[in-house]
T-cell receptor
Framework: NAGVTQTPKFRILKIGQSMTLQCTQD?????MYWYRQDPGMGLKLIYY???????DKGEVPNGYNVSRSTTEDFPLRLELAAPSQTSVYFC?????????????FGEGSRLTVL | SQELEQSPQSLIVQEGKNLTINCTSS?????LYWYKQKYGEGLIFLMM?????EEKSHEKITAKLDEKKQQSSLHITASQPSHAGIYLC?????????????FGTGTQLKVEL
């Protein structure tokens, strides 16, 4: 069972470059999320999606874009990378039937912007 | 400021010792969720608490939610090296559902042999 798969696991970007973090899940979950984790700051929600074609901003959306064209995929796009975007990014998914709080996380993508 | 405060930030215990991690909110929570993270990995769901006064256990880990639903504790009995990692509490601070979570800052636990 693959679960939630993120790529790449590590990436170094120069200031101003752009990139896309890929996320795919094979559990037919309708909810998908992108979080960033900074040292000592917990996880912050960037964007989330409740289904294909529907996305919404989370707590820290500035500098990021997302799309959800299929149930399986939820890529996160960084435009004009800045050092403040150096972080570990986690994609997660869940199946909304009733509130369970059980999100399934990928292993994370560590991004450094120099 | 953090909506969910965790304490302590870090903890080092000897194998076999008990420990407690706390998670506090200034708002009444619809539900409180505990996760564990190992270094370099994603988060693993541990438990969900929804009712005031609720207590759940899984193996040697017990979580409680207070009657006011503003504070939760995670207690580990007879700690083992496998318990080491970062423990995070999460809550849906907006809709009351369990699918858009705000997380605390985490508690890093190290277990010494």
């Amino acid at each position: 069972n693959a679960g939630v798969t993120q790529t790449p696991k590590f990436r170094i970007l120069k200031i101003g470059q752009s990139m896309t973090l890929q996320c795919t899940q094979d559990m037919n979950h309708n909810y998908m999320y992108w979080y960033r984790q900074d040292p000592g700051m917990g996880l912050k929600l960037i964007y989330y999606s409740v289904g294909a074609g529907i996305t919404d901003k989370g707590e820290v959306p500035n500098g990021y874009n997302v799309s959800r064209s299929t149930t399986e995929d939820f890529p996160l796009r960084l435009e004009l990378a800045a050092p403040s975007q150096t972080s570990v990014y986690f994609c997660a998914s869940s199946y909304f039937r009733e509130p369970t709080g059980e999100l399934f996380f990928g292993e994370g993508s560590r991004l450094t912007v120099l | 400021s953090q909506e969910l405060e965790q304490s302590p930030q870090s903890l080092i215990v000897q194998e076999g010792k008990n420990l407690t991690i706390n998670c506090t909110s200034s708002k009444t929570l619809y539900g409180l969720y505990w996760y564990k993270q190992k270094y370099g990995e994603g988060l693993i769901f541990l438990m969900m608490l929804q009712k005031g006064g609720e207590e759940k256990s899984h193996e040697k880990i017990t979580a409680k939610l207070d009657e006011k639903k503003q504070q939760s504790s995670l207690h580990i009995t007879a700690s083992q090296p496998s318990h080491a990692g970062i423990y995070l509490c999460g809550a849906d601070m907006v809709t009351g559902g369990g699918n858009k979570l705000t997380f605390g800052t985490g508690t890093q636990l190290k277990v010494e042999l």
